[in-house]
């Protein structure tokens, strides 16, 4: 079965510095999501990703899905306390026949804590 | 995107007691689903919920246990039922839109004791 290891499981940072968390899938990725979610919150939404090689960027946060569709980095510029909380990986468990079929599978998670 | 919300937030219930949770999205979706995540772990799939035909469960969830109801495009209910203290977590909804980008409620953090 298909599973997502992240790194590092958790990171503190210095205010304005820059930081990158990596997801590592057993299997070939065919569509990859970045979510952050605060302690005991629901899951906001960050970046899908589904191409091999594609970049996407929003505010300072870009994520990336390598060539071989095995390995994402989601990479943070500037670094800001309201950066702070889990980054989660997650890819489709069932496949991706034509699109998501909703079953995410998710790595362990990254706790991230930016100091001011 | 979409725009998810549940009710309640959280709430703290009796051993053997049933709770219903609500899920409102703010545009029509074919998929639904209702996910749990367990204190210190990751978020599990429950069950599929698509309107009009019957929710579809994960192995280890039942619908005597975790009955869905999905009466239309835009809402659907999860009631966690006869209760137990295992059954503590964030219960959350979630959609698929076109283009499979996939969104998440704020959750519902139940507490049994």
């Known amino acids: 079965s298909q599973e997502l290891e992240q790194s590092p499981q958790s990171l503190i940072v210095q205010e304005g510095k820059n930081l990158t968390i990596n997801c590592t899938s057993s299997?070939?990725?065919?569509?990859l999501y970045w979510y952050k979610q605060k302690y005991g919150e629901g899951l906001i939404f960050l970046m899908m990703?589904?191409?091999?090689?594609e970049e996407k960027s929003h505010e300072k946060i870009t994520a990336k899905l390598d060539e071989k569709k095995q390995q994402s980095s989601l990479h943070i510029t500037a670094s800001q306390p309201s950066h702070a909380g889990i980054y989660l990986c997650?890819?489709?468990?069932?496949?991706?026949?034509?699109?998501?079929?909703?079953?995410?599978?998710f790595g362990k998670g990254t706790k991230l804590s930016v100091k001011p | 995107s979409a725009v998810i919300s549940q009710k309640p937030s959280r709430d703290i219930c009796q051993r053997g007691t049933s709770l219903t949770i609500q899920c409102q999205v703010d545009?029509?979706?074919?998929?639904m689903f209702w996910y749990r995540q367990q204190p210190g772990q990751s978020l599990t799939l429950i069950a599929t919920?698509?309107?009009?035909?019957?929710?579809?469960?994960e192995s280890g969830f039942v619908i005597d246990k975790f009955p869905i109801s999905r009466p239309n495009l835009t809402f659907s209910t999860l009631t966690v039922s006869n209760m137990s203290p295992e059954d503590s977590s964030i219960y959350l909804c979630?959609?698929?839109?076109?283009?499979?980008?996939?969104?998440f409620g704020p959750g519902t953090r139940l507490t049994v004791t």
């Open positions: 979630s959609v698929v839109l076109a283009g499979s980008e996939q969104y």
């Open positions: 299997k070939t990725l065919y569509g």
């Open positions: 990703l589904q191409k091999g090689g």
């Open positions: 997650g890819a489709d468990k069932a496949g991706w026949y034509g699109g998501s079929q909703g079953n995410l599978i």
């Open positions: 545009s029509q979706v074919t998929m």
């Open positions: 919920a698509n309107q009009g035909s019957e929710a579809t469960y």
